[in-house]
């Protein structure tokens, strides 16, 4: 009986050890690197014992069992799944994990979802090389790249950050640890579906509405719901746009009408404008012309500025329409851009689109206040504005000015070239001549502030006859002298006396400086009087000189009848009028027939 009970005793140990060693190499409480599910035995200070089964306790931090805001999630007696990292340390527990539990139990269902082709939900964490990081699940990390986060590539990618939405595992590694997703997919499959439904109903002619994607210099495209359209920049207002940002930015929904639609090509242009009424069709009626109008500047350009009346129309002030005074050499010297001002409308073309405005017209016509003034024959006075080749330009009043033709300028000096005698900024006087108003031209004379010399000049200033003379211009072939008003003279620079100062020293000529000169020549051809400095030189003058001289007085003699005849024409013909205008034509010839005859007469009497 004992040896039975011993072998009883015996068997039953060895029955235990083999239950046990079958219990620990079995796993009852599974095997390291598993999951199974223990009980909360105890919540300590620092840490959480379960009980995992099998006489098997293990200890786990209480960090893992406490949220965001410190709180323990865990009491006695709860069930827990943990992660088995070892079997049994030196105190005889076995090592847990919660926290790899979870992550672990995360990527079995990504997994899972990736299997079946499911989406999952993530947020936009940060952003590293290449793209985006993804906090999925439990804490999960996920990787999107820059080309999957949208339709489009996304310049700024750091204003997603924070941004939830969901994703489609594309990649997936659990040994790895790395999972890649995408959101362009997803956006891609949905634009697919709203693209079918919108074209089924999209045709020219429709008003849609849409979603303004992307602005560029020349328009933006408009999302109309899986398919784009151009919004041109000449079809968004009727106004001048001179930047599509200056209307939209990107996420602003619009109304536009289908312009045109390419089913094959699937080109959509749109319009913005065409939802509205064309302000042009009423323009005639808004602006008729000499209507006073107020608008803003909108552009610049060399020939004119242009004014927005109302939005859509504008208006062009050619430069030419912006003064009657200033000669405008560019519209940016009286306006600028975006400046408010008042014009008066010239003329209106609807059709074409075109409103002529004017500035000047808001002010009175100089050329019509001077005709109201002055008539031709009136003496009128200004200074000299300008000199060209053929004349001098006098300015009677403020815009308009009048012209001295250089033949008009002097009875007795040959001008060839009117700055010799006159200069800008010149005081000066003249007689109107003529008045052109279809081309707003005035011929002024100042030789007609006095009359015609000529018809006395030989009694007058005979050769040899010594006068008092004042200078009014040095040129380089000598000075011109006013010998009185109305008559000037030359004296060549050979027939000028060195001019000294008080110590003997040359010095120039000036303007205004008294010249004692004797009348050298009368060229009534030419009409021109000659002079010289060189007074009494004749008498020390060779015989042959002397003789040539000699036949002086015979000449003068005719030359004094050739005059005597042509004042009887004058008093005949009325040759010079009261405004000082030359003689007539016919006055003229009859004088250049008579006056040799004179002479031959005068001739013959001397002989006898």
């Not at 004058?570 to 000082?580: D, F, H």
Request: hydrophobic share 35%; charged share 30%.
């Amino acid at each position: 009986m004992a040896t039975e009970t011993v072998t009883e005793t015996s068997g039953g140990m060895d029955t235990f050890a083999a239950l046990f060693e079958a219990s620990v190499s079995g796993g009852e409480f599974g095997k390291e690197g598993e999951i199974v599910q223990g009980t909360v035995v105890a919540v300590q200070r620092d840490n959480v014992i379960i009980d995992i089964g099998g006489k098997s306790e293990g200890m786990i931090s209480l960090s893992e069992f406490t949220d965001a805001g410190g709180e323990v999630t865990v009491k006695a007696g709860d069930r827990v799944d943990v992660f088995i990292e070892s079997r049994e340390n030196d105190d005889g527990l076995v090592t847990l994990s919660k926290e790899k539990a979870d992550k672990m139990k995360v990527w079995d269902e990504i997994s899972g979802a990736c299997e079946r082709d499911e989406l999952i939900e993530g947020t936009i964490s940060q952003r590293v090389k290449g793209g985006l990081s993804v906090t999925i699940k439990g804490g999960v990390k996920a990787f999107l790249p820059g080309s999957q986060v949208d339709l489009r590539p996304i310049r700024n990618l750091d204003k997603l950050i924070g941004q939830t939405y969901q994703f489609k595992v594309i990649k997936f590694n659990k040994k790895r640890g790395n999972i890649v997703l995408s959101r362009r997919v997803l956006l891609e499959k949905e634009r697919d579906e709203q693209k079918t439904k919108t074209l089924e109903t999209l045709e020219e002619g429709k008003i849609v509405r849409g979603v303004i994607k992307n602005i560029t210099e020349y328009g933006a495209f408009v999302d109309l719901g899986g398919i784009d359209g151009l919004l041109h920049i000449t079809d968004m207002s009727w106004g001048r746009v001179n930047h599509p940002e200056e209307l939209f930015k990107v996420g602003d929904e619009v109304t536009v009408k289908v312009l045109k639609y390419n089913p094959e090509t699937e080109r959509v242009s749109l319009g913005l404008k065409q939802t509205q009424e064309d302000p042009w069709s009423h323009a005639e009626e808004a602006f008729p012309p000499a209507k006073k109008v107020h608008g803003k500047v909108m552009s610049i350009t060399d020939y004119g500025a242009f004014v927005e009346l109302e939005p859509g129309v504008e208006g062009l002030i050619h430069v030419s329409e912006m003064s009657w005074t200033k000669k405008v050499k560019h519209p940016s010297k009286l306006l600028e851009v975006g400046q408010e001002i008042d014009c008066q409308v010239l003329e209106v073309d609807a059709k074409a689109k075109r409103i002529s405005l004017g500035l000047k017209q808001l002010e009175p016509d100089p050329w019509t206040l001077f005709t109201e003034k002055y008539s031709p024959g009136d003496k009128i006075g200004g200074k000299v504005r300008s000199i060209t080749d053929y004349g001098v330009f006098i300015g009677i009043e403020e815009g308009v000015d009048g012209m001295v033709h250089k033949s008009d300028l002097s009875w007795t000096a040959k001008v060839n070239n009117p700055a010799d005698l006159h200069h800008k900024g010149d005081d000066v006087e003249a007689i109107i001549l003529s008045i052109n108003h279809d081309e707003k031209k005035v011929s002024l004379g100042i030789k007609q502030l006095w009359d015609d010399p000529w018809p006395t000049i030989f009694s007058e200033f005979p050769p040899g006859k010594v006068v008092d003379t004042k200078v009014v211009s040095l040129v380089d072939y000598g000075v011109f002298v006013r010998i009185r008003e109305g008559v000037e003279g030359l004296i060549p620079s050979n027939e000028l006396v060195e001019k000294k100062n008080e110590a003997g020293e040359a010095v120039a000529y000036e303007i205004g400086d008294a010249i004692n000169a004797e009348i050298a020549n009368v060229d009534s051809q030419d009409r021109r009087l000659t002079l010289s400095m060189r007074i009494g030189e004749a008498a020390t003058q060779p015989k042959a000189e002397k003789q040539r001289q000699s036949v002086a007085p015979k000449k003068a003699s005719d030359e004094q009848k050739a005059t005597s005849i042509g004042e009887l024409i004058k008093q005949k013909l009325g040759a010079v009028n009261v405004k000082g205008k030359e003689p007539k034509a016919e006055a003229k010839e009859e004088a250049k027939d008579e006056a040799p005859e004179s002479a031959a007469e005068s001739e013959t009497k001397e002989e006898g």
